[in-house]
């Protein structure tokens, strides 16, 4: 055997400390680097919390549960509503926000000013400053979005009198809510909050939503998967590209919208709305996206991650074993393209439940699909298909129902697993847009950016613990 | 040097014959074969004739004219007519058909079944049996859609009472047409002509076409370049694939039809019928290919591809020197994807006009556009890019206007040379559907196919003779 080794030519791969590649350089010899690392900064507890839950029997059988659930769901949008009346849990002085829990005096600046935008909206307070009064006096309930069965983008602010799309899960009979898209620019979820913004948002709710909700009401329920994976063969990744998605969904519910009844400028206007935003998809894509992996959520001993969210000053994961627990971290900033005029210093962090759709397989993960996203988030096609591949490391499997043409039709990589994302180090992917850090102003830019890793470091410990 | 020569290895690469490479592995060598051939087969004539083009300042010139005036065009939706009022030279009793000239007796199942169907939707003859007769009683005048800036898909036929699309190409002041596409399966351009598929031609004159009109009298004219760009990052050719295109013109034309007064029941027929035609965009993505070709064509010494159009028996081609004449052969048959039940021994040979889009640097030609296209044509993923890589060779420069996101958005390659494709011995390649070889049955596949070079063998002869 020693003979056979030193016979052929010595070809060494080098893996941790540099050193030994070095002094088989300096020997003459050729070695391949890797740039392995030990997993989580080689801290000895998540090392440990790591090593036990690794292919350990439970935590692959409740993996293998919980995926299959994400698998098997089916939302179908049903119809539309309002906060007030069908978020469960929804109290008539409460507003709710994206990402983990957040107090209203460490909000960051879009989460506050999208917050005093919908005090105005609900008329509890005459004016800017009298609705920051009241938000800072403990008169609102203030608590996140994905407590109560619901997503919103960027500050996620959701108010008892805003229309939400109602998404139900056929496979599961769970339903899940978002808002309605009010477009780019200066939007209440970006921090804006001027009279045109309330404007918008009242017509959304009077015209709008009303003129959709009797299109609806003449449907059997649309489902959302089969639209999103047509979107996924048209260039969208179906969170910062939904130009397909939101033509699909016009489409599908034309017929009904002109044979609804509504009279035609209400039709004629709330066409117009639609075709005039490219976004228009998102919302129900991040709810249709919650109601998957709520389907997956709360099996004891999976490693599946059901959420990742931010509130603009944290970003929080929850994952499926360890139930409602957030596991929180301090939200990075993201690097990407800005409008004319601003630049990263401008930016508030990570903001939104929107990566929703990131764990659910889609976004960055299928930016495969998408290689035009680059032009509104950065980077080369050839970036876009490495992200996709770099995925397919800390994901359980693939979703054969979303398929990616270039890759050949493969799934999208779907199922996050903190323990492949610890071992590895490789952070999931997140395309997202960009909020202004100050209240008021609104979208900046958009880019791509890495959930943090200390969230799932924090996940396999607790997880460890119950194993 | 010789010295040199002989100290390195020595790495051979063979061209031409295969016995120089088979000898020198007999000898142990290490040889790179190629699969380059003398150009058009090694004929004299035709390589003295390609050889007398190449490079010559007079050809380049011509070339850069035209190229620059294909790139200039913009085709430009202006409204819907009828053929009768609208295309230029057509008779009262005149049916245009696709491909270069041929007469009635000549013509293959499925042009022979559209003509019957033509002249039963015109209520020139009472069944079947009466329009064949009247067909080759003479008593029709038979003209290829070329001939009148008109184009086809399939069968191509055009008869005076049809509706048309009216496409003006601003920068040179042009204007082309083709009909309204009536979807796929048992239709008319597929060589059917039952009951049902003149129902709905009627349909398409009495309702789509007057309420698609009344739209665009309420439009300043709809740019046809900058939708089909989009399309094209939405996974669309638009050729085989025109889910996004035809989802993006009906969005376009949406705000203008709902306040156009026509009837909301109209509308509603109008809209449903779109929605339920993924190819409905074809036959305008035709048009406009056709008119940015026109505006290229007619230029002396130009070796430039300004139509490729099969009539089911032949193959011919234009080329912008040669002004009209038709270089032809023989229709190859395509390989595809057969719908259950049929095989290639249905198939009736290549057929319509359809490959003006490959001629203007679309369908084929921008099939890495497009992955998701290969389940419709067949093939995988990197065969998509591998075609649009291919035709890099063969095309005088690539579209700017027409982007292609996988490839970084390089513009996609367009302007076929008859130079490169005779010297290079790679022929267009071109996405196309399949017609059953008789009358009266319809579509039974896609696939994709190949202009024959014989086409370009004749092109460069003649265009020799000019210089």
């Not at 035009?372 to 054969?400: C, Q, W, Y």
Request: aromatic share 6%; net charge negative; charged share 20%.
């Amino acid at each position: 055997m020693i003979e056979r080794l030193f016979r052929d030519e010595l070809r060494v791969v080098n893996v941790g400390l540099e050193v030994f590649a070095d002094s088989f350089d300096a020997a003459g010899g050729t070695v391949q680097r890797t740039d392995w690392r030990p997993p989580a900064g080689g801290d000895r507890e998540i090392g440990a919390a790591l090593a036990s839950l690794i292919n350990h029997p439970a935590v692959e059988q409740a993996n293998g549960r919980a995926f299959v659930a994400y698998l098997d769901a089916q939302p179908v949008l049903q119809g539309i509503g309002t906060a007030r009346h069908d978020i469960p849990g929804m109290g008539e002085r409460m507003i709710l926000h994206a990402g983990p829990p957040v107090a209203w005096e460490d909000m960051c600046g879009p989460m506050q000013g999208a917050v005093t935008g919908a005090i105005l909206l609900e008329g509890w307070a005459d004016d800017a400053d009298g609705a920051r009064t009241l938000a800072a006096s403990g008169g609102i309930v203030f608590e996140p979005n994905h407590h109560h069965a619901c997503v919103g983008p960027m500050a996620g602010v959701t108010s008892p009198s805003m229309p939400v799309w109602i998404v139900r899960e056929a496979e599961h009979g769970r339903t899940t809510h978002c808002n309605l898209n009010e477009g780019l620019g200066k939007v209440l979820r970006m921090g804006a909050y001027d009279p045109d913004v309330l404007k918008r948002l009242r017509w959304m709710a009077d015209v709008l939503a009303p003129t959709l909700k009797g299109a609806l009401e003449r449907h059997d329920g649309l489902p959302l998967k089969p639209l999103m994976a047509q979107a996924l063969h048209m260039g969208d990744e179906v969170h910062n590209r939904n130009v397909a998605a939101s033509s699909l969904l016009l489409r599908a519910l034309l017929p009904a919208l002109l044979e609804s009844g509504a009279p035609q400028a209400r039709i004629a206007e709330t066409v117009r709305f639609i075709t005039g935003n490219d976004h228009f998809f998102l919302n129900l894509s991040m709810a249709a996206c919650k109601a998957m992996l709520d389907a997956a959520h709360g099996v004891p001993g999976s490693s599946l991650v059901t959420a990742m969210a931010r509130n603009g000053v944290e970003f929080g994961i929850r994952v499926s074993g360890t139930g409602d627990e957030w596991f929180t971290t301090q939200a990075p900033r993201v690097r990407g393209l800005f409008f004319a005029g601003y630049s990263v210093d401008d930016a508030a962090p990570d903001l939104g439940d929107s990566a929703i759709t990131e764990t659910a397989g889609i976004g960055g993960f299928a930016m495969a699909a998408s290689p035009a996203i680059v032009k509104f988030v950065g980077g080369s096609a050839a970036d876009a298909l490495g992200a996709t591949a770099e995925m397919g490391h800390i994901t359980l499997g693939r979703n054969p129902a979303w398929t990616l043409p270039v890759l050949d039709f493969q799934g999208t990589p779907a199922g996050i697993d903190v323990r492949k994302c610890v071992d590895t180090g490789i952070a999931p992917v997140i395309n997202t847009g960009i909020a202004h850090r100050e209240a008021g102003v609104g979208q900046i830019g958009a880019g791509v950016t890495r959930a943090p890793l200390a969230c799932m470091e924090q996940a396999v410990t607790a997880l460890a613990r119950q194993i």
